[in-house]
């Protein structure tokens, strides 16, 4: 009584024990091995061997004993312990199994949850932002369109007849003379187009001054105003040609020397 622990068993090994010996032995694994692996001390695998229960550190113990050293043998624990539940000379105590302890999930401190709360605010702001922005922008269009439906096209070049016409009111619908169109600019107008040329050109001809001697960057150009120029021309089929707002043929399909006027380009002789 006075919660003391008392097993009342007959003399002599039982069957529980004796398999967990026998299995044990037939591995070949010594009981130090046994002990290692589940973390239970050899006095208390030897005591299930020989089912001294009362050697344990309670009743609760050898349900839990005896399933960890039947696992690790490779046996059906269940069998074992069923057994164990069917013996008459055992205290129903000695088959109760003791709760496993299971570690609580730890919650977040104050400062994670601080930390947590913050980071889903910035979320939600950055959220609210985009929006505003893409709201925003939704109703700008409308206006941007009716603002570009208002612009007057340009005039386009040599109507003449319908500056004049404009200036003279026949249509009734406008006062003003519309904007005459802007005159091509003067002189010559060498561009790199599809990629770098290079360039020496002189006025006149080989033997004139030089006003231009430089490799030409894809997308840029350079403009003289002389009437006739000398011109040597490195890649040639990168180079684009203007002469009073005309394109003019270059007439070089590889390195060579041309003559350039308003009125064209020709091969210098």
Do not use: C
Not at 25 to 36: F, L, M, S, Y
Not at 183 to 208: D, H, I, K, M, Y
């Amino acid at each position: 009584m006075g919660g003391a622990f008392t097993v009342t068993i007959k003399t002599g090994m039982g069957d529980v024990g004796a398999r967990l010996r026998d299995e044990r032995e037939r591995r070949g694994i010594g009981i130090d091995e046994i002990e290692a692996e589940t973390r239970i001390r050899a006095k208390f695998l030897l005591a299930l061997e020989e089912e001294r229960f009362d050697a344990l550190p309670g009743p609760a113990y050898v349900r839990a004993f005896v399933r960890d050293y039947a696992e690790q043998l490779g046996l059906d624990p269940q069998a074992l312990l069923a057994e164990l539940n069917a013996r008459p000379d055992l205290v129903p105590d000695v088959v109760m199994t003791p709760p496993r302890h299971v570690d609580p999930v730890p919650l977040l401190d104050r400062r994670a949850r601080i930390a947590a709360w913050a980071l889903a605010a910035v979320l939600a702001a950055v959220l609210v932002a985009i929006a505003i922005l893409l709201l925003g922008s939704r109703g700008a269009s409308p206006g941007g369109g009716a603002q570009a439906g208002r612009t007057h096209p340009p005039s386009t070049a040599g109507s003449g007849t319908g500056a004049h016409t404009a200036a003279s009111g026949s249509t009734g619908t406008t006062g003003t003379t519309a904007p005459a169109a802007p005159a091509p600019p003067a002189g010559v107008q060498f561009a790199a187009r599809t990629g770098s040329v290079w360039l020496s050109v002189r006025e006149g001809s080989a033997t004139g001054r030089v006003l231009y001697q430089n490799t030409l960057p894809a997308g840029h150009s350079v403009r003289f105003s002389r009437r006739r120029l000398w011109v040597r021309v490195g890649a040639p089929w990168n180079l684009g040609l203007t002469a009073a707002g005309h394109r003019l043929a270059v007439p070089l399909h590889a390195t060579g020397d041309m003559l350039v006027t308003a009125a064209g380009a020709r091969p210098a002789a």
